[in-house]
C-alpha cells in the first residue's frame, strides 16, 4: 500500500508549488490515460522549452510549448500573454492558456480547431462583451471549458451543444444570458460558486438532463433555487445568505445524495421538519449556522455535519421516527463539536438508534 500512497503524495506536492491557476475551480481534473489526455501540471519549471522545441519536429507557437509525449497537447500557461497565439496547430485537442491576461475572444481565434476537447482559460481577464459567440460554436468535440477566475459578468451565450463541465467559478456572475444552458444535455458538472448570482431564471438550467454537481456557493441566494434538474446528485449551497428551508426547497431532487449548507445563517425555525425528506441523500452539511436544535434527517443520512451551531439537546427523534430490529439510522459519521453540548446530554438510549455509528464528536 505504502508503494503506491508515495508517489501520490509527491505528486500532491509538486503540483501544489506551479501555481494558484492550477485549482481549476476546486474541483479535481481526472485524467483518462487511456484517452491520451495530458498532464494538468505547467509544464513551466519542469521541461525545458528549448529542448522542447529542438526535438519536436511539429510545429509550435513560439509563446507556448507542445511536448512530444502530448502530441495534441499545448501550454501555454502563465506567459503573460494578451491575446491567443497564431497559428495554433489543427491537431491540438487540449489547450492550457491559464495564467495570462487574455480579455477577449474572437470569432477567428480557434476556427481550424475542430477536434478541441479541453479549453483551460482560468486566472485571465475575460470579458464578456469581447467575447464572440460564434468562437465556441463550431467546437463540436469540445468537453471541458474552464474559464474561473475571470472578469465575466454572465454565463456567455453559443456554447457548444456537446460540453461536460463548465467552470466559471469566481467570477462576477450576476445572470445567465438567455437559452446559453437550454442545449447542453450532455452537462455534469456546473461551477458557479464565487460569483453574484441572486436567482436563477425559472427552469433556465431543466435541459441539463445529466448534470451531477451543481456548486452554487458563494453567491446571494436567498432561498434555494426552483426546478433544478432532477439528476443532480450532488448540490453546493454553502456561504449563501438563505432565509429558511421549506418543504418543497428540494422539491424533485429524486437523486440528491451530497448537500452542503454551511455558512447560510440558517436558523432551526426556519427550516421545515419535512426539508429533508427524500431517502436518496447520504451526506448534509449544515455547519457554521445558527441551528439551537438538530434537524429531522432520514434514517437513510449516513453523513452529518452540525459542527459550529448552538446546538442544545439532542434528541434521538431526529434520527429516528421508530427503534426496533429493523428500524434504526444508518448514521456513520455524526459532528456535534463546537456546540453547547457535551456526552452528558446523549440519551441512555442513544445507541439503540444509532447503532452503526463510527465517529460521534461531541
Request: aromatic share 8%; charged share 15%; hydrophobic share 40%.
Amino acid at each position: 500500500m505504502d508503494v503506491w500512497f508515495l508517489p501520490l503524495v509527491l505528486l500532491c506536492l509538486t503540483e501544489s508549488t506551479q501555481t494558484t491557476a492550477m485549482d481549476f475551480g476546486g474541483v479535481p481534473l481526472w485524467i483518462n490515460r487511456l484517452l491520451g489526455e495530458p498532464s494538468v501540471m505547467s509544464l513551466q519549471g519542469r521541461m525545458d522549452s528549448a529542448w522542447l522545441r529542438a526535438n519536436n519536429p511539429q510545429p509550435c507557437p513560439q509563446q507556448c510549448d507542445c511536448p512530444i509525449h502530448w502530441p495534441t497537447a499545448l501550454y501555454c500557461d502563465n506567459r503573460l500573454l494578451t491575446q491567443f497565439p497564431d497559428q495554433l496547430p489543427e491537431r491540438t485537442e487540449y489547450i492550457f492558456m491559464q495564467g495570462n491576461n487574455i480579455s477577449s475572444f474572437p470569432s477567428l481565434a480557434l476556427v481550424n480547431m475542430t477536434g478541441l476537447r479541453w479549453l483551460i482559460l482560468d486566472n485571465n481577464k475575460l470579458q464578456n462583451d469581447k467575447l464572440d459567440k460564434e468562437a465556441l460554436q463550431n467546437l463540436t468535440h469540445l468537453c471541458y471549458l474552464f474559464a474561473n477566475h475571470n472578469h465575466l459578468t454572465s454565463i456567455p451565450g453559443g456554447l457548444p451543444s456537446g460540453l461536460q463541465q463548465l467552470r466559471l467559478a469566481h467570477n462576477q456572475i450576476s445572470s445567465i444570458s438567455p437559452g446559453a444552458l437550454q442545449n447542453l444535455s450532455n452537462l455534469t458538472l456546473l461551477l458557479l460558486h464565487g460569483n453574484k448570482l441572486k436567482t436563477l431564471p425559472e427552469g433556465e438550467l431543466r435541459g441539463l438532463l445529466h448534470l451531477n454537481l451543481l456548486d452554487l456557493s458563494g453567491n446571494s441566494f436567498s432561498s434555494v433555487p426552483g426546478r433544478l434538474p432532477p439528476s443532480v446528485q450532488q448540490l453546493y449551497l454553502s456561504n449563501n445568505s438563505l432565509a429558511a428551508l421549506t418543504e418543497d426547497s428540494f422539491q424533485g431532487l429524486f437523486n440528491l445524495k451530497y448537500l452542503r449548507l454551511s455558512h447560510c445563517g440558517l436558523q432551526s425555525q426556519n427550516i421545515h421538519h419535512k426539508a429533508f425528506n427524500f431517502t436518496s441523500l447520504i451526506e448534509l452539511d449544515l455547519s457554521y449556522n445558527r441551528l439551537m436544535s438538530i434537524p429531522t434527517v432520514p434514517t437513510s443520512l449516513q453523513y452529518l455535519y452540525l459542527e459550529a451551531n448552538a446546538i442544545q439537546d439532542i434528541n434521538m427523534t431526529s434520527f429516528c421516527r421508530e427503534v426496533g430490529p429493523l428500524s434504526f439510522s444508518w448514521m456513520k459519521i455524526l459532528r456535534l463539536d463546537g456546540n453547547k453540548l457535551s456526552p452528558q446530554h446523549l440519551p441512555r438510549d442513544w445507541a439503540f438508534c444509532l447503532r452503526v455509528i463510527q465517529t460521534l464528536l461531541i
